[in-house]
């Protein structure tokens, strides 16, 4: 085994020792939010969230924002599509810790306005939101499945070039920051502040989860924050253009998400537990 190797395992090891013992990349700076300790016999930590999730459920995102930063940083990370609610996260994060890596699972699909958001969040705040590629290009997927798989296998495809991405993306991170929002689907309201993500294999903050849609529109228009202009367009949720469509006015926000099947989700939010694969 070469000198390389062997460092590699050693600091393997450490982070993992640090993370079960609860120490952790801290700052060192006392926020006043709850810290928790992962207990080294347990499969997965659930039951050591539950003090952290009593004492965080009447915090701000910013407050639950700096308690992640806080406890996980750097090995913390941030998922983007750039939806409203994603950068309200970055434009928080820009003011606590803007050296959270924040990255964007672009499956090829997306439309070019969503894309378009990166320059503006990198121009506003400085912050280059990294681009997470499949390993196959559209051209080559699509060939590869004989046509676009999205008309035939939807879950496949958000399988394929998101959920898997995601996995790849996450390897030597301790948790990741969502958008989600607990009224949005029946998977979400079913989410904690603070979860163990067993499908990804790290802690899942949810700092946005007891929002509203009017709490993050205000947000917006109080802090002046770019969003895609889709939005303005009957877009309320965005996601690949081949399965996204604009709503009309009553209509669920995510009804115009796969329309014509009971499927609401990409798979990433979804619980091990709840849907297996997440496929």
């Known amino acids: 085994m070469d000198q390389n190797t062997v460092q590699r395992a050693a600091e393997a090891i450490r982070g993992a020792k640090e993370l079960l013992n609860g120490v952790g990349p801290a700052t060192g700076v006392d926020s006043g939010l709850p810290d928790f300790h992962l ?36 090995r913390l990370t941030m998922a983007t599509a750039f939806g409203a609610e994603g950068c ?30 990166r320059e503006r969040i990198k121009s506003r705040y400085g912050i280059e939101v990294e ?22 296998q939807p879950d496949q495809c958000c399988y394929d070039r998101k959920t898997v991405p ?9 948790a990741w920051i969502s958008a989600i929002r607990r009224d949005q689907t029946s998977h979400r309201a079913r989410a ?7 499908k990804f294999n790290l802690v899942k903050v949810n700092p946005l989860l007891s929002w509203t849609k009017r709490d ?23 996601g690949c253009w081949p399965c996204t469509r ?17 499927k609401k989700e990409c798979g990433l939010h979804v619980l091990e537990q709840e849907g297996g694969s997440g496929i």
């Open 39 to 74: 207990m080294e016999k347990q499969a997965s930590p659930t039951q050591d969230l539950t003090q952290a999730n009593e004492e965080l459920k009447d915090r701000s995102p910013q407050q639950i924002l700096r308690w992640a930063v806080d406890r996980f940083h750097p």
């Open 216 to 238: 993050v529109w205000a947000f917006v228009m109080a802090h002046e924050i770019p969003y895609n202009p889709l939005h303005d367009r009957g877009y309320p949720s965005i």
């Open 192 to 198: 904690d502040i603070v979860q163990w993500d067993a």
């Open 131 to 152: 681009l997470i590629r499949p390993d196959l290009t559209v051209a080559e997927y699509e060939k590869k499945h004989r046509g676009p798989l999205y008309v035939s």
């Open 166 to 174: 995601l996995r790849r993306a996450v390897v030597g991170y301790d």
């Open 88 to 117: 309200c996260l970055i434009h928080m994060l820009a003011e606590i810790e803007p050296g959270v890596r924040i990255f964007n699972l672009e499956t090829g699909y997306q439309f070019p306005e969503t894309l378009e958001m």
């Open 246 to 262: 604009a709503v009309a006015e009553g209509e669920d926000e995510r009804a115009g998400r796969w329309t014509g099947s009971a």
